[in-house]
Structures are given as structure tokens and as C-alpha cells.
T-cell receptor, first 115, second 116 residues
Framework: AQKVTQAQTEISVVEKEDVTLDCVYE???????LFWYKQPPSGELVFLIR??????QNEISGRYSWNFQKSTSSFNFTITASQVVDSAVYFC????????????FGKGTKLSVIP | DTGVSQDPRHKITKRGQNVTFRCDPI?????LYWYRQTLGQGPEFLTY????????KSRLLSDRFSAERPKGSFSTLEIQRTEQGDSAMYLC??????????????FGPGTRLLVL
């Protein structure tokens, strides 16, 4: 069975600080995909990134970067120079296939950026 | 290009009543998903449609829950004889259906249900 663990329930940072959100996953499948979503107070999940298990290259998109390490089964998300608009709940999710279309989500990390 | 829309956004009902939610996916997306999210938790998968066919159901989808997508466009999720434990956010997502089962799912704003 697959599982996603986001050990950090809540994080508070002061604006302009860097912050890293941790994600650890469990799966026996060799082919899988990892996702990050952002959920602002409005409730809608906003897609941020999709990464497959064969691509361990780190990715940077503006102030966002992702570090994928298969050796530690982690897919961590870093926000550089955080802004108040980054305040939200962030979810890491896993897709492992095996005939299923479902995403398995972690419990989320609530990020508060204080001005 | 409009996103996934859901109606209503909020619903308050009394225990034992039936409720129905609607989801309109992104235009031309032929895959549609329903998830449920309770407070402090991540979304949990309920069911999946490929066009009008319901191809996957979670064990969370009890007999009181039924989902349809009659013409392969919008979908409805009905809960019969609601219970207080049904109080949650019901999220709908869609995906194009062109990139395998792992393709990105795009979510709507959700319907927040409160059962009194």
C-alpha cells in the first residue's frame, strides 16, 4: 500500500525567509508520480508540480524548488523569499498506478507567512 | 479556459436528508474524479469516471453514496440519508485523458457540506 507523510503540521515564517516543506512517501512500485498542490483559504487545490520516479533532477520554478531523492523516498518543496501570498496548506500526493487512477495525499502542511 | 466548477459551494442539511452536488469539469476533459476532505486531512479518493463510465470506486463510497456522469460531461454526487460523519469538503477534479492514468488532476473549489 502507498502512503505519504508530511510530518510538519504547521510552519510559521517571517516574510522573506526561506522555508522547506517535507514529504516522505512509501510505495513498492518502481513507477510512480509525485505531486504538490497548494490549498489557499478559498479551498481550491492548485496544482504546482508533477514528477515521475525516473526523473531525479531537481526543479526550480521562480521562487519554488523541489528536491527529489529516491534514496530517502523524499520529495521536499522549498519556497525562497516567502511572501504573505504563500500562506496556504500544501499537500504532497502520490500516484502509483497498478490499475488505479487515485492520488494518495498526505495530511498537508499549513504554512503561515507573517509580514 | 475555465476551470472545474462545483455547485453549491456550501450546503447545510439535517441528518437523514438527501443532498446532491454537481461538478462541471474543464471543457474536453474526459476523466473526472471525486474526493472527500475532512478537517485537517488530505483529500481521500472516492470515485473515478472515464467519460460516462464509472471505472473505480473507493471503499469509502458506501451504499448511501452514488455518483453519475450521464453524458460524459458534468457529474453529480448524491448522498442519501446523510449522517453527521458525512460533513466534509467534497472535491471534484478532472484531467484530459490523454497522458495515461498518472496525468495531472485539476481540482475545483469544492462543496462544503455540514450535516446537523
Amino acid at each position: 500500500a502507498q502512503k505519504v507523510t508530511q510530518a510538519q503540521t504547521e510552519i510559521s515564517v517571517v516574510e522573506k525567509e526561506d522555508v522547506t516543506l517535507d514529504c516522505v512517501y512509501e510505495t513498492r512500485d518502481t513507477t510512480y508520480y509525485l505531486f504538490w498542490y497548494k490549498q489557499p483559504p478559498s479551498g481550491e487545490l492548485v496544482f504546482l508540480i508533477r514528477r515521475n520516479s525516473f526523473d531525479e533532477q531537481n526543479e526550480i520554478s521562480g521562487r519554488y524548488s523541489w528536491n527529489f531523492q529516491k534514496s530517502t523516498s523524499s520529495f521536499n518543496f522549498t519556497i525562497t523569499a516567502s511572501q504573505v501570498v504563500d500562506s496556504a496548506v500544501y499537500f504532497c500526493a502520490l500516484w502509483t498506478g497498478a490499475g488505479s487512477y487515485q492520488l494518495t495525499f498526505g495530511k498537508g502542511t499549513k504554512l503561515s507567512v507573517i509580514p | 479556459d475555465t476551470g472545474v466548477s462545483q455547485d453549491p459551494r456550501h450546503k447545510i442539511t439535517k441528518r437523514g436528508q438527501n443532498v446532491t452536488f454537481r461538478c462541471d469539469p474543464i471543457s474536453e476533459h474526459n476523466r473526472l474524479y471525486w474526493y472527500r476532505q475532512t478537517l485537517g486531512q488530505g483529500p481521500e479518493f472516492l470515485t473515478y469516471f472515464q467519460n460516462e463510465a464509472q471505472l473505480e470506486k473507493s471503499r469509502l463510497l458506501s451504499d448511501r453514496f452514488s455518483a453519475e456522469r450521464p453524458k460524459g460531461s458534468f457529474s453529480t454526487l448524491e448522498i442519501q440519508r446523510t449522517e453527521q460523519g458525512d460533513s466534509a469538503m467534497y472535491l471534484c477534479a478532472s484531467s484530459p485523458g490523454v497522458d495515461g492514468a498518472s496525468e495531472t488532476q485539476y481540482f475545483g473549489p469544492g462543496t462544503r457540506l455540514l450535516v446537523l
